[in-house]
């Protein structure tokens, strides 16, 4: 069982944060609604559970998770304002987020279309993208963590970032029998080696489009080990077997993001978000609008309606998830300084009746002498050096030292986060105060912090069409370069072959990513075949890398062989590989019978022999004064090639 946080109500925590009311309670740790007294607003304060809190490895991790979940500055992530210590409270100070979560709507409204379930869920892949794009891994992505702000869905924003991995991080707490995660919604490598990368959320974010396409988990069940050896020994159920509307480019997202192998995944939220977005342009309107009727499913029981953190393999350590009190938010962001004890009120110690003295000089040098000593107290405390501090020099130190140095003047660091090419991470760029200058307690003083160079990774493109590779490079904040085309004889042509730099170097934004796309496989010559036999011919043509087709129709000829190849269509030139050529064979010369033409006159058997396409050729004896044919130099009935010459002896 996990340690009761104690009643915190009415407490004011680093004497500024009064609790007014618990909001929820979850395996790690409860947020309180409170009020920041300072600046008179509303905030979430987490409240670690204090078995948590007397672990010192897992409260050091957790301030350098919480430091690096503040720099996620983005309009979908719940803000990390601060973290502190008071006593045996360890707490974060956070963005209050009034609202319902993702666990409401698909309660109350799923299944939903896919527009809408796509709509939920981009600003929260955009989120992830950004988390990833700093190195953070949420590893507990779930509906409970993903609020609605003022129900709107336009105000989506994905709470927890680093808490998750703060908690594994604590050896008391995570070993090889006990891991700290959501059962419904771990990766298959966090349940066999709690090893996780950016593709642990992005198997988290398929399980959530499913759930809100369905209504139903992927993998329901009341038992969290049960759950999670599901999850392993097993993989996500075909939707459009409980969902008939969904459109099978839905389904087929929907196996990649969550495959039990995470090296067919998308390899991190950038990727996922492409395909999304890839996803919606193919599909109509029809498709996208398009609701499945709900399907019956078991009824869950209330008190487990909510999917909270727990250890997967410890008795116990459930939570409940409390309902939201309705409070009035005004909208304001709860920031914290972090500890500095409350000056304690002046006492004023009573005066004792001195003897009247008699004498007005005595009385009005003491009446000065009174009103002088009041005039400069009242400036020290008022204007002086009673409520004001001198500026400490705080650029090009860390900012965990800039910070102490300011609360040590009792001044409020406002800290902002900026890249810079010079100044190392964590180094304080510059402060709006001049160092020395009296500044009066309490002031904000902004400080700016460097993130280091601003450098994007380049993404994956190989294999990708241009216009992916340019969605791909627009969401690392990098712009596509030279473009060099290169025959493959694989890859089809238009796909990208190699970048340059590679994939995974870091660039600055608006850096140039150069690509070799395929121009498809390498031309090829056409080889002359004519006068060929026919298989010969064939086989030389395959061989080069053509299609070959030989025309069934054979052609006379009086000059190509019979078998031979006659003609080829195309007859030469350069052509891509496996383009058809045709082949035409010559069925040799054309062969006519020779008629009988003794005894006719020779204008008549000088016609009937040109017209079978035969020469005809007369020689006159005694000067062929009859016209009459005596003799044929071919016998009749006989086969002969057109043009064959026939002499006609006329007399």
Not at 49 to 69: G, Q
């Amino acid at each position: 069982m996990s340690a009761p946080t104690p009643t915190l109500y009415d407490r004011v925590i680093d004497g500024r944060y009064q609790v007014e009311a618990e909001l929820a309670r979850g395996g790690m740790a409860t947020v309180y609604r409170a009020r920041d007294l300072r600046l008179d607003r509303p905030v979430a304060l987490k409240v670690m559970r204090p078995d948590l809190a007397d672990d010192d490895t897992f409260v050091r991790r957790f301030v350098a998770e919480a430091r690096a979940a503040a720099r996620l500055t983005h309009p979908h992530v719940v803000g990390v304002y601060d973290q502190g210590e008071d006593d045996d409270v360890v707490f974060l100070a956070m963005e209050l987020v009034e609202g319902p979560t993702l666990r409401d709507i698909i309660t109350d409204h799923a299944p939903l279309s896919t527009r809408r379930a796509m709509a939920l869920l981009l600003p929260v892949t955009e989120a992830l993208s950004e988390a990833h794009r700093h190195g953070l891994v949420h590893r507990d992505i779930k509906p409970e963590n993903v609020l609605l702000a003022g129900g709107r869905e336009s105000g989506v924003k994905v709470a927890d970032f680093g808490l998750a991995r703060a908690v594994s991080a604590s050896g008391r707490h995570a070993s090889a029998e006990l891991l700290w995660g959501t059962a419904a919604y771990l990766a298959p490598e966090q349940v066999e080696h709690d090893a996780v990368d950016a593709r642990t959320d992005v198997y988290a974010v398929g399980l959530l489009l499913f759930e809100l396409l369905t209504g139903r988990k992927a993998f329901p069940g009341g038992d969290p080990l049960r759950v999670a050896y599901e999850h392993v020994h097993g993989s996500v159920p075909a939707i459009r077997d409980t969902a008939h509307g969904v459109p099978a480019a839905v389904e087929d997202l929907i196996r990649r993001a969550a495959a039990t192998d995470p090296a067919d995944r998308p390899h991190d939220a950038s990727a996922l978000l492409v395909q999304m977005r890839a996803c919606l342009r193919e599909l109509s309107d029809a498709e996208l609008d398009e609701v499945s009727a709900p399907q019956q499913t078991e009824q869950v029981p209330q008190a487990r309606a909510g999917d909270l953190t727990q250890v997967v393999g410890a008795d116990g350590g459930s939570t409940r998830q409390l309902p939201l009190h309705t409070a009035r938010s005004d909208g304001h962001y709860a920031r914290t300084t972090g500890n500095r004890t409350t000056r304690p009120p002046t006492v004023t110690k009573p005066r004792r009746d001195r003897p009247r003295r008699r004498g007005g000089v005595v009385l009005t040098l003491l009446f000065l002498l009174l009103l002088g000593g009041g005039g400069y107290a009242a400036w020290w405390l008022l204007e002086g050096p009673g409520v004001h501090s001198a500026m400490p020099e705080v650029v090009d130190l860390p900012e965990q030292e800039a910070r102490g140095l300011l609360d040590a003047g009792q001044l409020d660091p406002v800290i902002t986060y900026a890249y810079s090419e010079d100044v190392p991470d964590g180094t304080v760029i510059s402060a709006d105060q001049q160092v020395g200058a009296q500044v009066r307690h309490g002031t904000d003083v902004s400080v700016v912090v460097s993130q280091g160079p601003e450098r994007y990774d380049v993404p994956p493109l190989t294999g990708l069409a241009l216009e992916s590779a340019q969605e791909a490079l627009d969401g690392a904040n990098l712009v596509l370069g030279e473009q060099t085309r290169e025959h493959h004889e694989s890859e089809p042509e238009g796909r990208i072959l190699r970048t340059s730099p590679e994939a995974g170097e870091p660039l600055p934004p608006g850096g140039s990513v150069d690509v070799v796309v395929s121009d498809g496989p390498a031309p090829v010559d056409v080889p002359d075949v004519t006068g060929q036999p026919e298989q010969q011919a064939v086989a030389a043509l395959s061989d080069a890398g053509l299609t070959v087709t030989v025309d069934p129709e054979r052609a006379f000829d009086d000059e190509v062989p019979e078998g031979a190849v006659l003609a080829q269509t195309p007859a030469s030139g350069q052509v891509e590989r496996g383009t058809g050529v045709t082949l035409t064979i010559s069925q040799g010369p054309e062969l006519v019978v020779v008629p009988q033409v003794v005894g006719r006159q020779f204008s008549v058997a000088e016609e009937e022999l040109t017209e079978l396409g035969l020469v005809v050729r007369r020689e006159d004896v005694r000067g062929g004064f009859f016209g009459t044919v005596r003799e044929q130099s071919v016998e009749p009935d006989q086969e002969v090639p057109t043009g064959t010459e026939i002499v006609l002896t006329v007399v």
